[in-house]
């Protein structure tokens, strides 16, 4: 519960109407829809959810639920531009200047069923190998010395007319038709871009409002392994080192002659290495490098065939910049890790990954925006800036949110005390609470229902006696 919003949320939404307000003078948000702001990331961290009933229920009928809706579909902001002035408030209270941006994309899981909920669409399921009705999003999360912070994301979806012909082209292979009387691939669709290229949109419109940014290296999975993606990549962030992965069948040609890797790396056996992993403690590692030319790229790449302890199988890392060593690559690489806390931290912590259901794009874009300006919120936690600037470990999202929940439960209890008339204050917020928490009636219990007569009819015995005789 809370009466007002916490004093660190008051001054995050009052630091980024400032921003606004200096960013175009005039225009910054309105008295209300400061109110309305406050009240929902105070809602976001107390109840985990992006509900608007739940939020008037911790805000103890402080906003109606139908008004929270009204502002979040009707309110007058510009979203991405509040998102990148929250990026750069965040940036310049921790006064950051450089850093890794790395790309990665989540999926969330929705109902079997959803007519409006933006761009969902079938997803492989990893864990059992089947498959899921769900959202794809692809995240930029920059990584500092100081914190880890999101700064873009995006909704990807594939296009349907090429998953149709994909279908229709394996159907086709199976039963060994030739390729000339097959249908040929529809041209792309530019509304349905690909991860790869939603990833450099993001890159570049972090690179287009944080310009005094200075990327150091930029990190991505093997989906973005691609000439097209690291080459751009690269060239969008001043020619940044780019680090990515390759598979092990790909070929790479040295010294005139083709291979595939893991052929290739056979050949260069794998030398222990001590590297310290995202900074923290040393492990030993197996390495072999070497600066080849790349088939699928066209041109000379730095490939890393890598294993950590306990794998048996390497891993192949490929980058752009060929003048970086070769453990300066791997250890860069290891900051990717990072994305992956991210992700479950947003999915556990903040609201969205609890099956936020606001239909159609705006209702999905907005509340996704809502739920990571709550992680900005929460970076410039009094808390959090104190061990960040004091380079003291900073405490977890989920440790984060139990603190603010008890702060809030506390500033209630507090502002009920300081109350002229304690008592007619308690009776207030007693009533309230049985209004805004009524009990609902149960369908487990069969109370108040007609059960039926479940005993035997005896006149029914002879005929079961006579059907038994005659049987």
């Known amino acids: 519960m809370f009466a007002d919003p916490l004093p660190f949320i008051e001054r995050y939404v009052e630091d980024l109407d400032g ?49 929270l809706s009204w502002m979040f579909r009707r309110t007058k902001v510009v979203w991405e531009v509040l998102w990148q002035l929250s990026v750069g408030l965040v940036l310049e209270q921790y006064g950051i200047g450089e850093g890794v941006l790395s790309g990665d994309d989540s999926d969330q899981r929705r109902a079997k069923r959803t007519t409006r909920i933006h761009r969902a669409h079938k997803l492989y399921d990893k864990k059992t190998g089947g ?154 590692v197996m390495v072999s490098s070497a600066r080849v030319h790349v088939c699928a790229h066209g041109q000379k790449r730095f490939v890393i065939a890598l294993r950590y302890p306990g794998e048996t199988e390497a891993r192949y890392l490929v980058a752009t910049d060929l003048t970086w060593r070769t453990l300066d690559i791997v250890q860069v690489y290891t900051l990717r890790w990072l994305v992956e806390v991210f992700l479950e931290d ?66 209630v209890v507090r502002r009920l005390l300081n109350a002229e008339d304690p008592a007619e204050q308690f009776a207030q917020l007693a009533d309230k609470m049985k209004a805004l928490f009524p009990l609902a009636p149960s369908s487990k219990h069969m109370s108040g229902r007609d059960l039926g007569r479940q005993e035997s009819t005896p006149s029914l015995r002879y005929r079961v006696a006579e059907v038994c005789a005659n049987a």
């Open 131 to 284: 498959y899921f009705n769900g959202q794809e999003l692809v995240f930029l999360v920059l990584i500092t010395p100081t914190v880890t912070l999101p700064v873009g994301f995006r909704f990807a979806c594939p296009d349907p007319k090429q998953m149709a012909w994909r279908r229709e082209e394996q159907r086709l292979k199976a039963l060994k038709v030739a390729k000339a009387q097959r249908p040929v691939r529809p041209a792309a669709d530019p509304a349905y871009p690909s991860k790869a290229q939603l990833l450099l949109e993001l890159i570049q419109t972090f690179r287009q409002a944080h310009p005094r940014v200075r990327i150091k290296a930029v990190l991505a999975d093997a989906l973005y392994g691609t000439q097209t993606f690291m080459d751009q990549a690269s060239a969008t962030c001043g020619g940044a080192q780019t680090v990515s992965q390759l598979r092990g069948n790909q070929k790479v040609r040295f010294r005139g002659r083709e291979r595939a890797l893991t052929a290739f790396f056979d050949a260069y056996p794998a030398v222990p290495q001590p590297i310290r992993r995202r900074g923290g403690d040393a492990i030993t």
């Open 346 to 411: 947003w999915k556990l912590n903040e609201g969205w990954g609890q099956l936020a259901k606001q239909p159609d794009e705006e209702g999905s874009s907005r509340s996704l925006a809502l739920s990571l300006l709550l992680d900005h919120a929460l970076l410039l936690h009094p808390e959090q800036r104190t061990r960040l600037n004091h380079q003291a470990p900073a405490c977890t999202v989920g440790s984060l949110r139990q603190h603010c929940r008890g702060e809030a439960f506390l500033d």
């Open 19 to 67: 921003a606004l307000r200096r960013h175009a003078p005039g225009r910054g948000l309105t008295r209300g829809q400061r109110r309305w702001l406050k009240f929902c990331l105070m809602g976001l961290l107390l109840t985990n959810t992006v509900c608007w009933s739940a939020f008037e229920r911790a805000g103890l009928g402080g906003y109606r639920f139908s008004a």
